[in-house]
C-alpha cells in the first residue's frame, strides 16, 4: 500500500517507487548474502538453543528450535508496525502502533510456539532489540527522516514479509535474512531520486 501513496509518487515520480522498493531488495539482497546475515541468525538461534534446552539429543529439537527461532524473528522484526510503531514511540507520537503489534504478535507467537517450539520465546531478545534500536534512534534523530523515506521503508518491509510467508507456507525457502539491509537502503535510494 505504501508504493501507491500520492506522498512518496509526488517525491519520486509515479513509477519510481516500486523500482525503489525492488532496487532496495535486490541491493539489501546483495549485502546481506555477503555479510551472511541468514547464517548469523541461524548460529544464533542455534546457540540460544543450547543454552535453553539441555536435551539436545531428542532428533529435530535443533532444526525445530532455530527454525522457530529465525521465523518468528523475521515475522516479528520485519513488519512495517515493527518500524513505524518504533519510530513512531521515538519521535514521541505515542506507542498506540507497537500496542496493536504486541497484541497480534501474542496470537501469532501462540500459533507458532504450538508448532515451532522455544524457539519462538527465544526471539523475543531479538524483538527486544530491534525495536528498541529503532525506537532510540527516532528518539535521537527526531524528524529527520522524511515521509517518503519512510513510505519507502515500509513498502520494503511489507515486501519482505511477504517472503516470510513464503517459507512459513514452505513455499520457498526465501533468505529473509539476507535481505533486511534493504530496509536501510529504501530510504537511501529515495534520497537519491530526489536529489537527481
Keep these: 500500500m505504501a508504493v501507491s501513496d500520492p506522498e512518496l509518487s509526488a517525491a519520486v515520480g509515479d513509477s519510481a517507487p516500486v523500482l525503489i522498493v525492488l532496487g532496495a531488495v535486490l541491493l539489501g539482497g546483495i549485502a546481506g548474502s555477503l555479510a551472511r546475515i541468514e547464517l548469523r541468525l541461524e548460529s544464533l538461534g542455534d546457540r540460544l538453543r543450547r543454552r535453553m534446552i539441555r536435551d539436545a539429543a531428542e532428533p529435530g529439537t535443533q532444526h525445530r528450535f532455530v527454525a522457530g527461532f529465525v521465523s518468528a524473528s523475521l515475522v516479528f522484526c520485519v513488519g512495517p508496525l515493527t518500524v513505524l510503531g518504533s519510530l513512531q514511540d521515538g519521535l514521541g507520537r505515542g506507542a498506540d502502533q507497537l500496542v496493536l503489534k504486541a497484541v497480534l504478535d501474542g496470537f501469532a507467537a501462540v500459533a507458532f510456539a504450538a508448532s515451532l517450539g522455544w524457539g519462538v520465546a527465544a526471539s523475543a531478545l531479538v524483538v527486544?532489540?530491534?525495536?528498541?534500536?529503532?525506537?532510540?534512534?527516532?528518539?535521537?534523530?527526531?524528524?529527520?527522516?522524511?515521509?517518503?523515506?519512510?513510505?519507502?521503508?515500509?513498502?520494503?518491509?511489507?515486501?519482505?514479509?511477504?517472503?516470510?510467508?513464503?517459507?512459513?507456507?514452505?513455499?520457498r525457502q526465501v533468505p529473509v535474512g539476507d535481505l533486511l539491509p534493504a530496509l536501510l537502503v529504501a530510504p537511501l535510494l529515495v534520497q537519491i531520486v530526489i536529489v537527481l
Design 128 to 171: 527486544l532489540v530491534v525495536q528498541g534500536t529503532l525506537t532510540v534512534l527516532a528518539a535521537l534523530l527526531g524528524s529527520f527522516v522524511p515521509e517518503p523515506h519512510l513510505l519507502a521503508l515500509t513498502a520494503t518491509g511489507g515486501l519482505l514479509l511477504a517472503g516470510v510467508a513464503l517459507r512459513l507456507l514452505r513455499v
